[in-house]
């Protein structure tokens, strides 16, 4: 009887632990395939910002086209086509669309 109680107890501290192991890989899988890739688009965005420098070619996450014509800290003064100049915060700096503008195309090999 003794021997039954202790093995239904070993069983059941196992149990509780089996139920936790789920929740866990759940928090793994997350991590990996969905803060962690943001974490490091962060991380580029902010380094890609830091090195434009004035004259370069931006496109801005509202889409507009411009060049940039001054800088301070936190803004960027934007010429845009018509002569305009439009002032904008850093961070409203478009990473993909700015980089492959800014990225020579490749040459195609006939």
């Given amino acids: 009887m003794i021997a039954t109680i202790l093995l239904q107890a070993a069983a059941g501290g196992f149990g509780n ?5 789920p929740m866990v890989l759940i928090i793994v899988v997350f991590y990996f395939f969905m803060i962690r890739p943001q974490v490091k ?3 580029d ?4 910002v830091e090195e434009l420098k ?3 070619k931006v496109i801005t996450t509202a889409g507009i086209h411009g060049r940039i ?3 301070n800290e936190t803004t960027f003064l934007i010429e845009v086509e018509s002569g305009a100049k439009i002032r904008f915060d850093k961070a409203s700096i478009s990473l993909d669309a700015s980089k492959a503008l800014n990225t020579p195309p490749a040459e195609t090999k006939a």
């Fill in 17 to 21: 632990l089996g139920s936790l192991l």
């Fill in 41 to 43: 688009k962060q991380k």
């Fill in 45 to 48: 965005q902010k380094k890609y």
């Fill in 54 to 56: 004035k004259g370069d």
């Fill in 69 to 71: 014509a001054d800088m």
